[in-house]
């Protein structure tokens, strides 16, 4: 007699008060053997369940299909820890099981998501002081979403020392006017537009804007006190789409909308890219309401990159303040520069993140 079914035999006879029972002790065997059969059952489901969800995410995240924005709204890393939880819990008892399922999650996590590389860099790399960038002939660049136009959270900026400054949802051309004289002194420009603003510390001649971009983007073509010339686009790409009920259709529906009537605007700011003159460096930065990796920012790729991918440094997710999980804010440069760090950094008066991303001159 098995171990098992001698513990349901003694089991049965504590049942009908010690008087053993042929009945009582072939209804435990059944019993008991339709309890391995169920524990069978939940195994194989949940691994199941974990390797379609694991490949299924893989081509999400790899891919970036429209159909599948829905998922990739979400990190990486919040769908491995997801798994890895119910991972824990199905397959406690197949320690096999367990481990090949936690280890493929985790390198999931290492090839797909940047928290981990960033998160690494910031044990290696050095944020860049003021004397350090000025032996090393760097550009400083700041992005800040200023919270509906607060100038206070604006004010945030000034103890980074910024060469370019990209601000979003920006205080009005009054109170900016003030900021850039406390900030750059007589020194300072600014190129201003109904959502976004550049500001730096130089000259800068605004670009005109057709209509359907000048909504959502400014752009100035900027020189340096220093002499460094480029032309700059400030972003505030269309809200985002905040619905995480993936078991509704119409959640489905929405962030396949949402990623298309985003492309279109990233097909303007490239269209605005190509039709820039001349061999300048290139920085675009902003609140881009989206990823970095997302898919409807591929045709961005070829143009400029985004910097923090390059060199980010720490927990760089911007949005919101209090809780960051999403890189909303970035600052993207063209192959002529060099990024050196970038990093995010908290604010009081934002329920964003401020972007500082430090970028060595092309000598």
Not at 129 to 139: E, F, G, K, M, Y
Not at 196 to 205: D, P
Request: aromatic share 8%; with cysteine.
């Amino acid at each position: 007699m098995s171990i098992s079914v001698a513990r349901s035999w003694e089991m049965c006879k504590k049942e009908v008060s010690g008087t053993p029972c042929i009945i009582s002790y072939t209804l435990c065997v059944k019993s008991h053997k339709a309890d391995i059969v169920i524990r069978v059952w939940i195994h194989r489901l949940a691994e199941t369940v974990s390797f379609v969800l694991f490949i299924v995410l893989l081509i999400g995240y790899t891919v970036r299909p429209d159909s599948l924005a829905a998922l990739t709204f979400f990190p990486v890393w919040a769908w491995a820890l997801l798994s890895m939880c119910l991972a824990l819990f199905t397959l406690r008892h197949n320690k096999r099981a367990l481990f090949i399922c936690l280890a493929g999650w985790l390198l999931f996590v290492l090839v797909l998501a940047e928290e981990p590389k960033s998160l690494l860099h910031g044990l290696a790399i050095s944020r860049p002081t003021p004397q350090t960038i000025s032996q090393h002939n760097l550009v400083t660049v700041v992005s800040l979403n200023c919270a509906g136009g607060s100038i206070d959270a604006v004010r945030e900026i000034l103890p980074v020392h910024p060469d370019i400054v990209l601000l979003q949802e920006v205080p009005s051309n009054a109170d900016m006017r003030p900021y850039a004289q406390e900030l750059f002194g007589d020194n300072g420009e600014i190129a201003y537009g109904p959502d976004t603003a550049i500001v730096v510390k130089g000259k800068l001649e605004q670009t005109p804007l057709p209509r359907s971009r000048n909504s959502f983007m400014t752009a100035a073509r900027i020189r340096l006190h220093s002499g460094f010339e480029a032309n700059v686009i400030c972003i505030r790409l269309r809200p985002p789409v905040i619905d995480t009920n993936i078991l509704s259709p119409a959640c489905w529906k929405n962030h396949r909308e949402d990623r298309k009537a985003r492309r279109k605007q990233i097909g303007e700011i490239v269209t605005q890219i190509d039709q820039i003159p001349g061999a300048l460096p290139l920085i675009l930065g902003g609140d881009f309401n989206v990823g970095a990796n997302d898919g409807c920012l591929r045709a961005l790729r070829s143009r400029v990159r985004d910097t923090f991918a390059k060199c980010g440094v720490g927990w760089g997710h911007t949005a919101i303040n209090t809780i960051p999980l999403f890189r909303v804010d970035q600052i993207w440069a063209g192959s002529a520069l060099k990024p050196v760090c970038v990093y995010a950094k908290k604010t009081k008066h934002s329920d964003h993140r401020m972007v500082i991303c430090h970028l060595a001159i092309p000598q």
